[in-house]
């Protein structure tokens, strides 16, 4: 295949890339103790997109027809007027994979099951639980990709992940409580899930009470604020949101928009994290990028085009879904850094507010600037102690103007996995952040 591919390479055009991909993915669902599903999927194919007069992209599932998908395409980029301008990269030969404490393909199909039923059974215990899912999914993806400029790169990686959901029921009151773990690694980054804490949360919130709606000071949790600054931030500095006038933050480069507490990174070279790679989609390096600092907007996120477009350095953030998507500019592991203040610090400075925890969802209108996000429970903050728990919490406001009234950043950091959607591709992100404290307006749901 490689001199069909450095065939295609070295036709006429400002720039041409080509990438395969492998993956396999083994998912298996434990509903109620027993094995509901057990599914192997594989991915496999090509793609060759080329970029002169227009941006032309095609794929493939046979590789073997990538000449004939070039041919039908290679016309198509040199027909316009405007020409397509994009940023040169360093050229890089690399092979990379990542490494596993506990390799995948060493943990058998049995003993998959019977760490998910063991984890079931501890659900046994509490009378309260009438049902729980465990979905355990194992993925090694493997990349290759070759460019015009002389790039030539393999990577493969290892996805693990495990999500619980438990319900919880109570004479006519019905609950549920969720949780997902992974990473980039080996089995070893699943091996000690808490069950115990979705079981006592979903338990807990059948007794919970419902928020007094208004605007108040919060704490969030490391996994609502990771999400918050993902939706609420991350989208925002996505380089052709702004490009697209889809962005409150298109004109704030270089301007204060958050409190001088606040640092937030875009991380992709985070080991073991969610969105961790070795190079991106466009075959541009992982960096680490500072986004925020001390509340002053730092950076967009970029591909090849739009850092281009914006005269901005390029960031490595473009990235596909599979072979068969164009690279499009995405997050990777987007987090707030910790801070010094404790939570007993947090909880002192507030005589009635709410401590907020975990996320059910939301929404987000970057053009805007606004947001409405679910917490998954939280707790009455009375006098600087937390009192009881409450539950159907919805939190919303005006981006900026929240990120200015943060006034802690908890000494503690952590990350949560989860799939970003955007514009029909699902990839995988991590979320971060420590405890914060803030303001914004609380709801029931």
Partial sequence: MEEIIYKILSKDAKFIDIRFQESNIETIILKDGKVEDIKFDKVLGGSVRIVDKKISFASVNDIKKLPDIFDRIYKTSRQGEESIEINIEEVYEDNKSVEEKIKLEDVDIEERVNYLKELYNK????????????????????????????????????????????????????????????????????????????????????????????KYKVILDPKLAGVFIHEALGHAVEAD????????????????????????????????????????????????????????????????????????????????????????????????????????????????????????????????????????????IERGEIKYPIRDISMSGEIVNVLKTIDAVGKDLDFHIGHCGKESQLVPVSDGSPHIRCIVTVGGI
């Fill in 123 to 214: 659900t046994k215990k509490y009378p309260e639980i009438i049902s729980s899912t465990l979905i355990l999914s194992f993925a090694t993806v493997r990349k290759h990709y070759y460019n015009s400029e002389g790039s030539k790169i393999f990577q493969e990686l290892k996805y693990v992940s495990l999500y619980a959901s438990c319900f919880s029921k109570k004479n006519d009151k019905l609950q549920v409580a969720f949780e997902r773990k992974g990473g980039i690694g080996g089995f070893e980054l699943v091996k000690h899930f808490d069950i115990d804490l979705v079981c006592e949360r979903a338990i807990r919130l059948l007794d919970a009470k419902k928020p007094k709606a208004g």
């Fill in 241 to 380: 949101h702004v490009l697209r006038g889809e962005s409150i933050l298109k004109d704030k480069l270089g301007l204060k928009i958050g409190s001088e507490l606040l640092n937030v990174y875009d991380d992709a070279t985070l080991r073991n994290a969610y969105g961790f790679y070795f190079y991106d989609d466009e075959g541009v390096k992982a960096k680490r990028k500072i986004l925020v600092k001390n509340g002053i907007l730092k950076s967009f996120l970029t591909s090849r085009e739009t850092s281009k477009r914006l005269n901005l350095n390029l960031t490595g953030n473009a990235r596909a879904q599979n072979f068969s998507y164009l690279p499009i500019v995405r997050m990777s592991n987007t987090f707030i850094e910790r801070g010094d203040h404790s939570f007993e610090e947090m909880l002192e400075d507030i005589d009635f507010g709410y401590y907020l925890i975990g996320s059910k969802g939301g929404e987000v209108d970057t053009t805007r600037g606004v947001f409405q996000f679910s917490a998954e429970e939280g707790y009455v």
